[in-house]
Nanobody, 117 residues
């Protein structure tokens, strides 16, 4: 059974930083791409950042230069370092592992990030 457990969310003032972690179990973590998504109030879930098994990264335009995704295959963990946070970054952040099945992979339970102005 694949499980993803996110941690690190919380409340921070604008301009501050937070670091999210997502620990995976039940699968060969190192061979899969990992991603962070977010869903703001009344909005659709959107991609924030992704990292391939080889470490290539991709970011949404809205977070480029502020967020950094990384992974530690020895710890089966993916991270999201978020700097210069803005109120519009407020959302529930979800971790995803891109397993070939089921379609869309697996999701964590989400962690709330709230940025106050």
């Amino acid at each position: 059974q694949v499980q993803l457990v996110e941690s690190g969310g919380g409340l921070v003032q604008a301009g501050g930083s937070l670091s999210l972690s997502c620990a995976a179990s039940g699968t060969s973590f190192s061979i899969h791409a990992m991603s962070w998504y977010r869903q703001g109030p009344g909005k659709q879930r959107t991609l924030v950042a992704s990292i391939t098994r080889n470490g290539a990264t991709n970011y949404a335009d809205s977070v480029k230069g502020r967020f950094t995704i990384s992974r530690d295959n020895a710890k089966n963990t993916v991270y999201l370092q978020m700097n210069s946070l803005k109120p519009e970054d407020t959302a529930v952040y979800y971790c995803n592992i891109a397993t070939p099945w089921p379609v869309g992979g697996y999701w964590g339970q989400g962690t709330q990030v709230t940025v106050s102005s």
